[in-house]
């Protein structure tokens, strides 16, 4: 880590701009079927429903379950909320290196165009968006946070941009002992991990410090996964405004979406809302006990029943759902299920 390593020429922003049009096609040669991610099954193994749908609205949050003829759940869309939980092939995930939970999950999270609302399943949109939606096996949005993971294989556009690949948290800082809680420097956003400068909305202008090359703290990978690749709008700072601000506290207070667990200053009694896909925002920096200063995604309970996240953290020098420095579940007495203290549906 510390300088750009050799690389091809940087690609101009019109290149960017086309290679992000083109990273679903791209990612879904790679897939998420990686060393330490893969499906339990064929992609065919689920059948997708043709004896038509029926929906049901539920209540806290308000919501509506897409059910097939014979009562399974098909996905589940909150009003309020892009994000749609869509049920698909059981995959695997795990990191052998820093744990041996292992989640199993016949999770999908998608994106939609436009946030959930009631009535929404009779729109033309959605009749003709739901069945491919449902046959969709190109990555998702927690096989895309893997493609950041341990282990994972450099993927690059055809311009030569590097969009995934193993990612680390930020660059070591001066003074610290590695086991300091700021070891790593926060700080590295999505756009330093691509290497390149990036323009918001608004005409703000920022640009990648070399030293960062190939990183993101915790909310960078939260806008590299939800921002760049998913394609969620996002800003360039922590006020109000479209998509995503840049850091954890501003996202878990200001982002759009659904808040499903707020702040009380106290860790959440009840979690049973979250569903994987959630963003999930704890306050864990001793120096500042009672700020939101980390976020990771909610993945679903692991196979010893523990509901378990994916996040970025310094210890762990990038994105874990490992157990370096704190079990990555959010029960029992750990240093992350203790610091828990809101949840989001993007």
Sequence with gaps: MGTVPDQPRRPSRRQILGSAAGLAAAAAIGGYAWQHSRSDRPDGDVPIPTGGFHFERLAAPARTVARAADGRVLATFTDGARTALLT???????????????????????????GWS????????????????????????????????????????????????????????????????????????????????????????????????????????????????MGYP??????????????????????????LIPNTGERPADIGLLLPGDLVFFAIDIGRPHG??????????????????????SKANGPTMGDLAGRATLDGHGFYAKGLRMARRL
């Design 88 to 114: 698909g092939p059981t995959r695997t995930w795990s990191e052998p290196r820093t744990t041996g939970a292992v989640v199993h999950s016949d999770a999908w999270v998608r994106l939609m165009g436009a």
């Design 118 to 229: 009631k009535g929404a399943e009779g729109t033309r949109w959605f009749r003709e968006w739901f069945p491919k939606a449902l046959a969709d096996r190109s990555p998702d949005a927690l096989a895309v946070a893997f493609q950041y993971g341990d282990g994972a294989d450099d993927q690059h556009t055809a311009s030569g941009l590097r969009y995934a690949g193993k990612a680390h948290f930020g660059p070591q800082v001066p003074g610290n002992s590695p086991e300091s809680f700021h070891y790593r420097d926060e700080k590295s956003d999505f756009y330093d991990y691509l290497g390149v400068p990036w323009t918001f909305p608004d005409g703000t202008r920022k640009h990648p410090e070399k030293e960062r090359y190939g990183d993101v703290d915790c909310s960078g990978f939260m806008r590299l996964v939800w921002g760049y690749r």
């Design 234 to 259: 996002m800003h360039a700072t922590n006020s109000q405004g479209i998509g995503l601000p840049r850091r954890a506290y501003a996202i878990a207070t200001r982002a759009p979406g659904v808040l």
């Design 292 to 313: 939101i200063d980390h976020c990771g995604m909610y993945l679903g309970p692991d196979d010893d029943g523990h509901p378990r996240f994916y996040s970025s953290r």
